[in-house]
């Protein structure tokens, strides 16, 4: 499966993602983001980290106001496009 950087604060979607069989990484600083297919961040700092340039190659999703079934329906969208 895809390894996938979840900002700390979202439990719950770090949760449903490695029950899927992600591996899942605590997302602390954009060096964390090395290697991540996928990183979710929770939107309540939208610079958080200095995500709004970091050097990710695949997708950035903001969690703001979805649940983690959602959040986890995007990321499988976004890794299967």
């Known amino acids: 499966m895809a390894r996938i ?12 993602l490695a029950e899927m069989g992600h591996d899942v990484v605590d997302l602390h600083s954009e060096e964390d983001t090395a290697y991540c297919d996928c990183c979710v961040i929770s939107g309540q700092d939208k610079d958080v980290m ?27 969208e976004k890794l299967h496009r």
């Open 50 to 76: 200095g995500m709004s340039t970091a050097s990710i190659a695949g997708p950035v999703i903001n969690a703001e106001g979805m649940n983690s079934q959602e959040v986890c329906d995007m990321v499988q």
């Open 5 to 16: 950087g979840v900002e700390g604060t979202l439990t719950e979607v770090k949760e449903s």
